[in-house]
């Protein structure tokens, strides 16, 4: 099979119809491209010039391989320079992982400064619980996570990108709407959505610590995994639930939101994930626009 270097030399004789103006083009005496051409031809199986002391034309041969040759030379400029965008941050495409909550608020402003900072980078988006998003980093079905901590596997890297304040989600004719705060301490006895103690262990442990810590012992009616869907019972009116603050962000009609009550209130985190080893040269950059984004801890 013949190689690129003895097309470019076709493509500069063809064009030139001059040997030593195509040698001159490509910075090389004409022996050797004398030589390619012939290798050329010799690999091809047909004449691709006829060769006179006087003219150099192009054969029917010659001039039916000249548009390919020529789009050949293009198609191996454009894989090269794709290369070196790839592998300088410039284009290519990310996969990311991340949980439901995610979606509310920072993952929005995420995508929107991605498109604006990396437009030539495509972003495949996957919504995980958590544990799928450690699965997917480990068979690198994604390249990174937006998840809870905590995260304690030493292949991973972190960082903190976002905080936000628990807030009670409570249906709209709940006497305790008229209150401008919540106590947690208010909560005992009142029938209580909870989080799922496998899929959303974080908030699980989270809400547990804060019941514990004010001798609150509320009336559980569900155990849920996904936020949307508790905010969805809340406005069925079947019980009162601690969300993260961007879940106001959902606007569920019937649902009234007020801020916790609390000397020392704790914040909802949220990390970026990623293998220390991964091999995609767009993490980097992606981490440069999360670090613009995130709050610091």
């Known amino acids: 099979m013949f190689d690129l270097s003895q097309v470019r030399c ?9 040997f030593g103006r195509a040698a001159r083009r490509l910075n090389m ?35 039916g391989f000249l548009a390919e ?94 905080r936000e304040a628990l807030i009670a989600a409570l249906p709209a004719r709940h006497p305790l709407t008229r209150s401008a705060h919540i106590d947690i301490a208010d909560l005992h006895d009142q029938p209580f959505i909870m ?7 974080y908030f699980f442990d989270l809400v547990t610590s804060l019941l514990v810590g004010a001798k609150a012992e509320p009336r559980y009616v569900q155990n849920i995994a996904q936020i949307h869907s508790m905010m969805a019972l809340v406005r069925s009116g079947l019980g009162i639930a601690l969300v993260p603050e961007a879940a106001a962000t959902l606007r569920f009609t019937g649902v009234v939101v007020r801020p916790i009550k609390l000397a020392k209130p704790p914040s909802v985190e949220l990390h970026i994930v990623w293998k220390r080893d991964g091999g995609n040269p767009l993490v980097p950059v992606l981490l440069d626009v999360v670090r613009k984004l995130a709050v610091r801890a």
Do not use: W
């Open 10 to 18: 076709f493509v500069a004789v063809a064009e030139e119809l001059h």
């Open 29 to 63: 005496t004409q022996p050797p491209l004398s030589r390619q051409i012939q290798n050329l031809e010799h690999r091809i199986g047909a004449a691709l010039l006829e060769r006179t002391s006087r003219s150099v034309r192009l054969t029917p041969a010659g001039k």
């Open 69 to 162: 040759a020529r789009g050949l030379l293009r198609m191996a400029d454009r894989a090269a320079l794709v290369a070196r965008r790839v592998a300088t941050g410039k284009s290519g495409s990310l996969k990311i992982g991340y949980t439901a909550a995610s979606a509310y608020a920072f993952l929005p402003q995420l995508v929107t400064a991605c498109r604006r900072e990396m437009p030539d980078i495509d972003l495949s988006l996957s919504e995980m619980v958590t544990q799928a998003q450690y699965d997917a980093l480990a068979a690198n079905q994604i390249d990174v996570a937006l998840l809870r901590p905590p995260i304690r596997r030493d292949e991973l890297a972190s960082e903190l990108v976002n």
């Open 195 to 201: 989080y799922d103690a496998i899929e959303s262990r």
